[in-house]
């Protein structure tokens, strides 16, 4: 069991930065609406949004959740054929998609006591996938501006060209998809005609819906949005990557504006041991779960954007989490980079209670 907390864990406060999401002014941000959900300033309070139930900005700061028996248990590692393992997506027929850039190959993979191979593609250099309402798996490629749907009868099809942008991460809700993007040519330094989008799309992929680049002041919001990830209340999670050696934060976006930042935690990620955050993932009680893999742990998170849980993943063997996923039965899924380059990746299934 993996359940190691640092002592001023719950007390880490998300960092505040947005305009008042009701009229998108400049006034400071005094409340917060708890049926929209969304935070807004006293006149919006007084003038605009009577009725409603709202509660002072600094009470969302300051309460520290209700502590929680959040419970890791490892119950099984499978081990696979490729030495890397960039990202996995579980299914609902007892299989999962697994990828590796190093070897370009995508792969179906039975769960049984074992992974056995359903079926496999080479020269796929996939970024991220992940699955469509119709179980249909839709996937960015390196350097390509479309993103594919992988038909379950094997057929390849371009569901939307972003040229001249590369879609990158990629997420489908119940209602919509939705892909980071960004210019081409090197992803870092950023200059002033870089764009680092969130495009969200409706269902189909046809349909542009929302695009979330810059804020209300013209500035730039992200910087490179690895992984991606929208909540039931249709907010959006992102792994924001802001150097190319995967050092990052996590950003929760709201109406098009960012509500909370996390940048890590001090008392964890100290001299040497940087946030390094490499995939999400939202709980279906609305936590949020991050891989920090410099420091072999998961972050968890609330959706206030408080650490509520620290868990050291060395306690149960595991070092360098890289992917992960909770499925519909709730349990966490998880890749790791393999310390040992000789070894092939392994990917571990694990129970966690309490989140």
């Known amino acids: 069991m ?5 002592s001023r864990s719950t007390k880490r406060k998300a960092q505040v930065i947005m305009p008042c999401q009701l009229c998108q002014g400049t006034l400071p941000l005094k409340r917060k609406c ?6 807004i300033c006293d006149n919006c309070d007084t003038n605009v949004h009577g009725g409603h139930e709202t509660i002072d900005i600094n009470d969302i700061h300051f309460t520290e959740p209700k502590p929680k028996e959040i419970k890791l248990t490892k119950l099984n590692t499978y081990a696979t054929n490729l030495p890397f393992v960039q990202r996995l997506v579980t299914t609902r027929i007892n299989s999962m998609w697994i990828t590796c850039l190093r070897t370009t190959t995508l792969q ?12 496999g593609y080479n020269d796929k250099f996939v970024l991220d996938m992940a699955l469509s309402k119709t179980d249909d798996l839709l996937f960015t490629i390196r350097k390509d501006t479309k993103l594919y749907c992988l038909s379950k009868t094997g057929q390849i099809n371009v569901i939307r060209d972003f040229k001249p942008l590369l ?18 040519g090197d992803a870092f330094p950023l200059t002033e005609h870089s764009r680092r989008q969130i495009v969200v799309l409706h269902q189909t992929g046809k349909r542009k819906m929302t695009v979330i680049e810059y804020d209300q002041h013209n500035k730039r919001l992200f910087s490179i949005i690895s992984s991606v990830q929208m909540d039931n209340m249709g907010n959006i999670y992102g792994v924001d990557c802001l150097t190319c050696n995967d050092i990052g934060r996590i950003v929760k976006v709201v109406k098009k504006s960012i509500t909370w930042i996390y940048e890590g935690n001090s008392d964890i990620n100290t001299k040497g041991k940087a946030f390094s955050p490499r995939d999400l993932t939202i709980s279906h009680s609305g936590n949020v779960i991050v891989a920090d893999n410099l420091t072999h742990s998961l972050h968890i998170l609330s959706g206030e954007g408080v650490l509520i849980k620290f868990c050291e ?3 149960i063997n595991i070092m360098f989490p890289l992917s992960l996923e909770i499925n519909s039965s709730g349990i966490l899924w998880l890749d790791v980079i393999q310390a040992n380059s000789k070894q092939n990746a392994k990917i571990h299934k694990l129970d966690i209670t309490g989140c």
């Open 313 to 315: 993943m060395q306690d």
């Open 2 to 6: 993996a359940s190691n907390s640092p």
């Open 34 to 39: 708890m049926e929209c959900d969304i935070l």
């Open 167 to 184: 879609p990158k991460a990629i997420h489908v809700s119940d209602d919509n998809i939705i892909v980071s993007t960004r210019e081409t």
């Open 108 to 119: 179906e993979m039975q769960i049984t006591g074992k992974l056995t191979q359903i079926r």
